[in-house]
């Protein structure tokens, strides 16, 4: 089954506790990218990868790391994490580039406190 | 500002009812897409409309698109309580490198 999985779920941290949120899908895509939503503002793009060793700032990438060092794994790393971080956030994936269909992942529930 | 505003913030109606749902954008597009979401889970693909196509359907989904008024509507019939459930309107736009910028989403309840 074509998928994109998120991993954990769920997560309580406390401000300044390194963490990641991993990502992988199997559906051999090029392209993908970590988005967070927020209420009131919609999903906001964090960090995007074309490729392999290929990664980009998004709209909102202040606090956030990223790595793509296989096709399939793209995590996301908060190095000391802010209660302004808690959000929810999604990986996403995409065959034709990050202007077609996305592929979303179930999400992850980050709360810092 | 958001590119893609989606009106109504909230919508309810009855299972067998239509639902509509509009966005508006701001700047000129290659393509539009809907997403659907339920509450807390991830987004999933509905139907994507290209600039060049005035409507599209799929299922109980119809889509229209207006370029010249740079908006488009999402309807969905004979409306049941699982279609409960946000939709969200991406855009694509040009900033140096493509990407799709998503709105805010309608709220849609389905009551039985």
């Known amino acids: 089954e074509a998928q994109v999985t998120q991993n954990p779920r769920y997560l309580i941290t406390v401000t300044g506790k390194k963490l990641t949120v991993t990502c992988s899908q199997n559906m051999n895509h090029e392209y993908m990218s970590w988005y967070r939503q927020d209420p009131g503002l919609g999903l906001r793009q964090i960090y995007y990868?074309?490729?392999?060793?290929?990664?980009d700032k998004g709209d909102v990438p202040e606090g956030y790391k990223v790595s793509r060092k296989e096709k399939r794994n793209f995590p996301l790393i908060l190095e000391s994490p802010s209660p302004n971080q808690t959000s929810l956030y999604f990986c996403a994936s995409s065959l034709a580039g990050f202007t077609g269909e996305l592929f979303f992942g179930e999400g992850s529930r980050l709360t810092v406190l | 500002s958001q590119q893609g505003e989606e009106d109504p913030q909230a919508l309810s109606i009855q299972e067998g009812e239509n639902a509509t749902m509009n966005c508006s954008y701001k700047t000129s597009i290659n393509n539009l897409q809907w997403y659907r979401q339920n509450s807390g889970r991830g987004l999933v693909h509905l139907i994507l409309i290209r600039s060049n196509e005035r409507e599209k359907h799929s299922g109980r989904l119809r889509v229209t698109l207006d370029t010249s008024k740079k908006s488009s509507s999402l309807l969905i019939t004979a409306s049941r309580a699982a279609d409960t459930a946000s939709y969200f309107c991406a855009t694509d736009v040009s900033t140096g490198f493509q990407k799709l910028v998503f709105g805010t989403g309608t709220r849609l309840l389905v009551s039985p």
């Open positions: 990868s074309m490729n392999v060793e290929v990664t």
